[in-house]
């Protein structure tokens, strides 16, 4: 059995010997690395491992591969709706999230009782609560069939504990996308 630390240093192995051949850009969506190399968040490996283990397990399904403009619009279309679904209290504090497939930072923030939904930012700064998310967990709590509680036991969504308003942003996101109970009648 392969351990997380075995494939750990297979993929910086991978990494380090594909790096020079491979074109910087802005996000994974180009096919590049971006500037430099390294992780986008101290915990978007660990998201990462957890979607590869919710895809291998089947929890996940993978998304259709779309060229890069079509790739840019779902997630950004993932994310608006992400904020669309979190309530809008004045008291909130901004939230940048990093899609850990992209590599993008993108930055809700609460303006006039509406989140402003701000692509392609720049990551979180020191007054934003940070969420770190698989995009295949955004899609799945969009339909229903993932729970926020759900997303957050199986680690494909994590709210970083660095930064303020953390319990804040899971309560937020608990609201937004509750468990589903059943309505089944026993018999």
Do not use: N
Not at 31 to 39: I, K, Q, R, V, Y
Not at 88 to 109: H, M
Not at 152 to 175: E, N
Request: hydrophobic residues 45%; contains cysteine.
């Amino acid at each position: 059995m392969t351990t997380r630390s075995t494939r750990l240093a297979g993929f910086v192995l991978a990494f380090a010997v594909m790096a020079p051949s491979l074109p910087a850009a802005a996000c994974g969506l180009e096919g590049g690395m971006g500037d430099s190399f390294g992780a986008a968040h101290p915990g978007s490996l660990e998201v990462a491992f957890a979607a590869r283990d919710a895809l291998d397990a089947g929890v996940l399904a993978p998304d259709a591969a779309l060229e890069s403009t079509l790739g840019h619009d779902r997630s950004d279309d993932r994310l608006r709706t992400l904020a669309a679904r979190l309530p809008a209290r004045k008291s909130a504090a901004p939230i940048a999230v990093l899609l850990i497939e992209t590599g993008t930072w993108t930055r809700i923030t609460p303006k006039a009782g509406v989140l402003v939904v701000t692509e392609h930012a720049e990551g979180p700064k020191a007054q934003d609560a940070t969420l770190i998310a698989s995009e295949l967990a955004l899609r799945d709590l969009a339909s229903g069939r993932m729970s926020a509680t759900e997303a957050l036991a199986r680690r494909v969504v994590v709210v970083s504990s660095d930064g303020c308003c953390r319990d804040q942003l899971v309560a937020a996101l608990k609201l937004a996308y509750p468990t589903r109970s059943s309505t089944v009648a026993l018999d």
